[in-house]
């Protein structure tokens, strides 16, 4: 069974910057897609940025430019650096994994939450 753990998230002052990482753990590391969601409280859950594990990634439209999604594989590790945050980027963010059997993100982590003040 894969888990996944989410870390790196905090209170930040607009332009400022955050750095998320998600360790996978259990399981293989066999997966087709890592992404991040992310929800805020009354929203429904939005994909902020997936990355293939050939490596292309991109974006949800409101973070591109200033989001950046990387893995390293020898670390099972995800990352999400956030910069030029804003307080509309306030939620909590999730790391997911699509395994390469699956149609869906079956793995979900914890949440880590992400708060930006103006």
């Known amino acids: 069974q894969v888990q996944l753990v989410e870390s790196g998230g905090g209170l930040v002052q607009a332009g400022g910057s955050l750095k998320l990482s998600c360790a996978a753990s259990?399981?293989?590391?066999?997966?087709?897609?890592m992404a991040w969601f992310r929800q805020s409280p009354g929203k429904e859950r939005e994909l902020v940025a997936r990355?293939?594990?050939?490596?292309?990634?991109n974006y949800a439209d409101s973070v591109r430019g200033r989001f950046t999604i990387a893995k390293d594989d020898a670390k099972n590790t995800v990352y999400l650096q956030m910069n030029s945050l804003k307080p509309e980027d306030t939620a909590v963010y999730f790391c997911?994994?699509?395994?390469?059997?699956?149609?869906?993100?079956?793995?979900w982590g914890q949440g880590t939450q992400v708060t930006v003040s103006s």
């Open positions: 997911a994994q699509r395994p390469r059997r699956s149609a869906t993100y079956d793995y």
């Open positions: 990355i293939w594990s050939s490596g292309p990634s």
């Open positions: 259990g399981g293989t590391y066999d997966w087709s897609t």
